[in-house]
């Protein structure tokens, strides 16, 4: 059986709303890295990261929801 993590079960007892409300968020900070990125401007690189993957977790989320 797979393992899953505390931010992962977390995540997946969110209702519908709270999830897109999460995605959008989480997409404004991409944007935001991006562009801070681009400009020279962002200090933590590896936070790129951890949001495509929070993001990835929450759409799989809304998924997992909207064929239940």
Do not use: C, H, P, Y
């Amino acid at each position: 059986m797979a393992k899953t993590s505390a931010k992962a079960q977390v995540i997946g007892e969110l209702s519908a709303d709270d999830l897109q409300l999460q995605l959008r968020e989480l997409k404004q900070e991409a944007l935001n890295l991006r562009l801070q990125k681009a400009t020279g401007q962002l200090e933590n690189s590896a936070r790129i990261r951890q949001v495509r993957r929070e993001t990835a977790q929450v759409m799989t989320a809304i998924t997992a929801k909207s064929l239940a």
